[in-house]
């Protein structure tokens, strides 16, 4: 059944990689389109996208045998069919098919146009996996605390949920929260005992911070989120940052300084910029591992030399650019792999399949048990696009 358009983060907890990597049989029909109605060309009777789709599947059967052309041209036209009727209502589509399998994703951010047969194709999937990422901001002031959980692309906040602090249980929760200062006894006074309840004010937004603090760990685990992005005064940034039990302080990737009373839409560009830094700052740490050879087992740089390394189970981490364009010579019974055009695998003998790295790099990474990093289009390409850290040597 098609999926409608949905939260990008519901989506992506839905549109399980390892499973789409454990088809079996290379017989998979992989496209991905750009839906966008915002788009000119997408607004005609016959949208660029139905289009463009058409002529990639028809220049894909075209270099089928007989068998596979066949199944392919009936899933082309169930995919004519299907951009004949309602139009996708996101902005991006993806279509998986295979024997027994049709499965749609309708995304709310535009994906690039590709078509792939053969190995499934999850790299726009593990890109947009890696591209919206969570990030939790917690906005602490003097009386009051919110958690904002923001989906964070290259240009724009995707979507976010605001959650507030219940002070009687100490947990984020939805809804309204209770009054802090009628809570907390902190009303206005008057007279001799000002020191005193000056002195009171204080210890309580002390205590409120720790709470907070304790409350956001929390939070950040049930949540399965690993950013986490500090807003308010430098104060109470300072003390919760101080507070923060492990492992959230690990996650802290930055702070940002907020005024008490602004809105979140005016604070969005610049947790957005924060978050663009921390991107940029762990790809360049990642880059320079790979080029500094500083993998527990070293590393190793080139296409051939990586393909090596998964197949014997060396690689920690391999990091690709997005934009990766290589062919590989593969053979799915004992994962082998080599960029070298072959007919038979060396290894166990049997008839190999040309397919693009970008189809096998994820599936060997999963079988290596390897992180896969897509970097930005051209980082790594005077490398030839590819890296691995290794396990060992």
């Given amino acids: 059944m098609a999926q409608e358009a949905s939260r990008i983060s519901d989506l992506l907890r839905t549109a399980d990689v390892e499973w789409l990597l454990a088809l079996q049989g290379g017989r998979v029909l992989s496209l991905h389109l750009d839906t966008d109605p915002t788009?000119?060309?997408?607004?005609?009777?016959?949208?660029?996208?139905?289009?463009?789709?058409?002529?990639?599947?028809?220049?894909?059967?075209?270099?089928?045998?007989?068998?596979?052309?066949?199944?392919?041209?009936?899933?082309?036209?169930?995919?004519?069919?299907?951009?004949?009727?309602?139009?996708?209502?996101?902005?991006?589509?993806?279509?998986?098919?295979?024997?027994?399998?049709?499965?749609?994703?309708?995304?709310?951010?535009?994906?690039?146009?590709?078509?792939?047969?053969?190995?499934?194709?999850?790299?726009?999937?593990?890109?947009?996996?890696?591209?919206?990422?969570?990030?939790?901001?917690?906005?602490?002031?003097?009386?009051?605390?919110?958690?904002?959980?923001?989906?964070?692309?290259?240009?724009?906040?995707?979507?976010?949920?605001?959650?507030?602090?219940?002070?009687?249980?100490?947990?984020?929760?939805?809804?309204?929260?209770?009054?802090?200062?009628?809570?907390?006894?902190?009303?206005?006074?008057?007279?001799?005992?000002?020191?005193?309840?000056?002195?009171?004010?204080?210890?309580?937004?002390r205590r409120f911070w720790s709470g907070v603090a304790s409350a956001a760990a929390r939070a950040l685990e049930e949540l399965g989120i690993q950013r986490l992005i500090l807003g308010g005064p430098q104060e109470g940034i300072a003390a919760v940052a101080d507070l923060l039990p492990e492992p959230a302080r690990r996650h802290l990737v930055a702070a940002v300084s907020v005024p008490p009373l602004e809105d979140w839409p005016h604070i969005r560009d610049r947790v957005l910029e924060v978050a663009r830094e921390d991107r940029r700052r762990r790809e360049a740490q990642l880059v320079e591992g790979l080029v500094g050879n500083s993998g527990p087992g070293g590393s190793v740089l080139d296409l051939e030399s990586t393909l090596q390394a998964l197949s014997r189970r060396q690689v920690l981490t391999v990091a690709a650019d997005r934009d990766l364009a290589a062919k590989v010579w593969t053979c799915p019974g004992c994962e082998f792999a080599t960029t070298r055009p072959v007919e038979r695998c060396p290894a166990c003998g049997q008839p190999v399949q040309e397919a693009d790295a970008t189809q096998v790099l994820p599936w060997l990474a999963r079988a290596s048990r390897a992180e896969l990093v897509l970097l930005t289009d051209g980082t790594l390409r005077r490398h030839g696009g590819v890296g691995a850290l290794l396990r060992f040597s």
Avoid at 71 to 95: C, H, K, Q, T, Y
């Fill in 39 to 205: 788009r000119p060309e997408n607004q005609r009777s016959e949208p660029a996208y139905r289009i463009w789709a058409r002529r990639a599947l028809q220049e894909i059967g075209d270099g089928l045998p007989k068998e596979d052309r066949r199944r392919l041209a009936e899933w082309a036209e169930r995919v004519e069919a299907r951009l004949r009727g309602e139009r996708p209502r996101g902005r991006g589509l993806s279509v998986y098919a295979a024997d027994g399998l049709w499965k749609e994703f309708v995304w709310p951010v535009p994906v690039d146009n590709r078509a792939r047969y053969g190995l499934v194709d999850v790299w726009p999937l593990v890109w947009l996996r890696q591209t919206y990422v969570p990030y939790a901001v917690l906005l602490v002031h003097r009386d009051h605390t919110r958690l904002l959980v923001t989906h964070l692309g290259e240009a724009a906040v995707v979507e976010d949920e605001e959650f507030h602090l219940d002070t009687q249980h100490w947990r984020f929760t939805a809804g309204k929260p209770p009054s802090f200062a009628k809570g907390m006894g902190m009303s206005s006074s008057r007279g001799a005992q000002r020191d005193v309840y000056e002195s009171r004010v204080e210890d309580n937004v």
